[in-house]
């Protein structure tokens, strides 16, 4: 998620970075210079967005339409799976920690129990009480605006011990229900991360900031090659494109030095 918001910045720096350019360019009066600029930000936003979001698109749904230097995916592959597995094993230790497995235990031992407890049976701090064990459970309102009210549970020995408590977003009306969504929210996060690292052994792990630097050099670079016939058809476009502007540039730069010499 972390890595879909960087992302969308960097996009929003160069549209507005862009957008600047146009709107002075737009304010001038010389027509070499408004050219200029506005030249200028129709490449920043060609060359920098929509070119390389493109190509982001296009290696998502085929990593193999464009050929990236094996050195560099073999990099960044390793990069991306060492910060991967570390983050698995933080997972793992969090399961750990919410006791996650001690409480699967707890679910399948006096699960005949829990589907016949409601939730209206415990809330409001109510103790319902169970073999060797009492449960309590309160709902809170979220506190973030617009936020829905959440369920805390709490297990006890009867010589008042605690030995579980945890937090839900569960809507269900039995405990039953509302344990095993509690189970399911805690292994979200490590289905997502095995599901992660899968998509980096299959190469699928490019983001946006991760292709810009090998698209900014299209004209002078064997790394970053087509295979498939409309990534060739861009990759035609946008060395067009780019050969262009540096023409036009050129052509502006050249067009204003005569006119300050000329003054």
């Known amino acids: 998620m972390l890595q879909y918001f960087l992302d969308f910045i960097v996009l929003i720096v160069f549209i507005y970075s862009a957008r600047i350019f146009w709107r002075i360019g737009k304010r001038k009066k010389t027509k070499q210079i408004k050219l200029l600029l506005q030249t200028i930000a129709v490449f920043i936003f060609f060359h920098l967005v929509a070119f390389p979001v493109v190509y982001l698109i296009l290696i998502k749904n085929d990593v193999s339409s464009i050929k990236i230097e094996k050195d560099i995916v073999s990099f960044e592959r390793s990069e991306k799976l060492k910060k991967a597995v570390e983050t698995e094993k933080q997972i793992e230790q969090q399961l750990i920690e919410k006791q996650k497995p001690e409480l699967e235990s707890f679910i399948e031992e006096y699960s005949y129990f829990l589907k016949k407890i409601k939730w209206d049976s415990l809330d409001n701090k109510k103790i319902v009480f169970l073999d060797s064990f009492m449960l309590r459970g309160n709902s809170q309102k979220n506190p973030i605006p617009g936020g829905d009210y959440y369920k805390i549970i709490q297990i006890y020995t009867l010589k008042g011990s605690k030995l579980f408590e945890f937090t839900t977003d569960s809507k269900k009306t039995t405990l039953s229900e509302i344990f095993k969504d509690y189970i399911k929210e805690i292994e979200s996060d490590k289905t997502s991360i095995v599901e992660e690292i899968e998509t980096i052994k299959k190469d699928q792990f490019w983001n946006y900031r991760q292709i810009l630097p090998y698209t900014l050099n299209i004209l002078f670079t064997d790394n970053f090659n ?37 003054r």
């Open 226 to 262: 087509p295979q498939s016939r409309f990534a060739n058809i861009i990759y035609f476009i946008h060395n067009i494109f780019v050969v262009g502007f540096l023409i036009s540039l050129m052509m502006n730069l050249f067009q204003f030095y005569l006119l300050n010499n000329d």
